[in-house]
């Protein structure tokens, strides 16, 4: 499996922004969906968003819509997650996951939204905004 570490974390004031990197070491992140996910105190861990395997199609919570964005960058094999206009309630640990799903041209534009999709996690970054 590949190992996966976030980085980018912070304190922020809202209205901030944040950009997380996922970066990969044993293979290559380009083979592999990625998705992002929150856990905040008292919370379930829960999906932010997420980008295919071929990088055309991304998908996110309607809570971060239009906020977050997820990239990826194959020739840096790392995949990012920019948080912008960030509110309090974005505080959480984010942790980076992906999952192979295969070759066709069909899995290679799904963005898996269920967490038990995904196979190989980061340890997290913590992130929290002030108000």
């Known amino acids: 499996q590949v190992q996966l570490v976030e980085a980018g974390g912070g304190l922020v004031q809202a209205g901030g922004s944040l950009r997380l990197s996922c970066a990969a070491s044993?293979?290559?992140?380009?083979?592999?969906?990625v998705g992002w996910f929150r856990h905040a105190p008292g919370l379930e861990r829960e999906f932010v968003g997420g980008?295919?395997?071929?990088?055309?199609?991304?998908a996110y919570a309607d809570s971060v819509k239009g906020r977050f964005a997820v990239s990826r960058d194959n020739a840096k094999d790392t995949v990012y997650l920019q948080m912008s206009n960030l509110k309090p309630e974005n505080t959480a640990v984010y942790y980076c996951?992906?999952?192979?799903?295969?070759?066709?041209?069909?899995?290679?534009?799904?963005?898996?939204?269920?967490?038990?999709?995904?196979?190989?996690w980061g340890q997290g970054t913590q992130v929290t905004v002030s108000s």
């Open positions: 980008i295919s395997r071929n990088g055309d199609r991304t």
């Open positions: 996951a992906a999952v192979s799903l295969g070759d066709s041209d069909i899995r290679q534009r799904l963005v898996p939204r269920d967490q038990r999709t995904y196979g190989s």
């Open positions: 044993g293979l290559t992140l380009s083979v592999y969906a």
